[in-house]
């Protein structure tokens, strides 16, 4: 998953969404200061990408983006699943995405030094495009893809995905919608686990 479902599933729990925010861009547990509770976001993190990335439903997501990206397919389901959260945010939770995204921007600028120099270094450009709010949006897409094929590697075509993400709308769509309910589950139960073994 992405960064909009990685802060949805944080439960509007403020330091575990710093763990599972930064959690790419740290290796082991967490940097030397991060609280117990950060570190607990930043476990809830790895455990919502191993279930994702195990999972049947995702793996016909990523299945038809195979032939055309390879590996790059899970990165791209991930991204699409955002998508999907953002287009039918009042489906799943309360407060207006807009809301959500900016108490969130402002949240982590607040606690800048708890993010890692890389996160630094991206927060103001999620900031100043809208990110979180613009994945619900085929031209933010089309702005995330092409980010996201201009750091790659290699000549992913990632920036070309948009075609797929218009073209199956309908069944990536119906994948996320049956899946997404599974993981809140999964990451609740798992959040609930890793708060009781906290130190």
Do not use: C
Not at 19 to 28: E, T
Not at 121 to 138: C, E, G, R, S, V
């Amino acid at each position: 998953m992405n960064f909009l479902a990685h802060l949805y599933l944080s439960f509007d729990d403020r330091e575990v969404a710093i763990g599972n925010f930064v959690a790419d861009s740290v290796k082991g547990e967490g940097l030397p200061h991060h609280s117990a509770r950060i570190k607990t976001g930043i476990a809830l993190h790895r455990a919502i990408d191993d279930f994702t990335d195990h999972h049947d439903i995702v793996r016909l997501s990523k299945q038809r983006l195979f032939p055309r990206y390879s590996h790059y397919s899970a990165v791209l389901v991930d991204i699409f699943y955002d998508h999907f959260l953002a287009l039918n945010w009042k489906k799943w939770h309360n407060v207006p995405l807009r809301d959500f995204a900016h108490f969130h921007y402002e949240f982590f600028r607040s606690r800048k030094e708890d993010l890692p120099k890389q996160v630094q270094h991206m927060l103001p450009y999620m900031i100043q495009y809208d990110w979180l709010t613009n994945y619900a949006k085929f031209e933010g897409m089309k702005r995330v893809l092409g980010g996201m094929s201009r750091r790659a590697s290699f000549n992913s075509k990632m920036e070309k995905a948009v075609e797929e993400l218009h073209e199956f709308h309908a069944e990536f769509q119906s994948e996320f919608n049956a899946f997404f309910p599974q993981l809140i589950d999964f990451s609740k139960s798992k959040l609930d686990e890793l708060k009781n073994n906290e130190e």
